[in-house]
């Protein structure tokens, strides 16, 4: 489980590792963004089911988001192509928002 945002936080899971985390940092560098990498340990269960509980929501709010988003390009496009609004610099700015688009998809992805 994986937030891409703002800030990158992975609470530790056995299928995720180090190398993992570096592949991420890496990206986010070459995004211009900044990354630190911290490893951490919950005082007790109740703590750490408290740190899960929180990801989870932010992961659930940063996809509702998405989908807003896609919706909303959707309904862009279907209004462009419905005016026959096809200008060069149209498409191209409806490519930039789709990649936009993909990419925010793909990040949020588990690993």
């Given at each position: 489980m994986c937030n891409l945002g703002r800030a990158l936080s992975c609470p530790y899971h056995h299928t995720f590792s180090i190398w993992n985390l570096k592949i991420i940092e890496n990206e986010i560098n070459e995004?211009?963004?900044d990354s630190v990498l911290l490893e951490t340990v919950a005082l007790?269960?109740?703590q750490e089911d408290k740190v899960v509980v929180r990801f989870k929501a932010d992961r659930d709010e940063e996809d509702v988001e998405l989908i807003d988003k896609c919706a909303d390009f959707e309904?862009?496009?279907a209004k462009e192509t419905s005016a026959q609004h096809f200008t060069?610099?149209?498409l191209e700015e409806n490519d930039v928002d789709l990649k936009m688009?993909?990419?925010?998809l793909e990040a949020g992805k588990d690993p």
């Open positions: 995004m211009s963004g007790d269960k109740t309904a862009e496009i060069y610099a149209e688009l993909q990419t925010r």
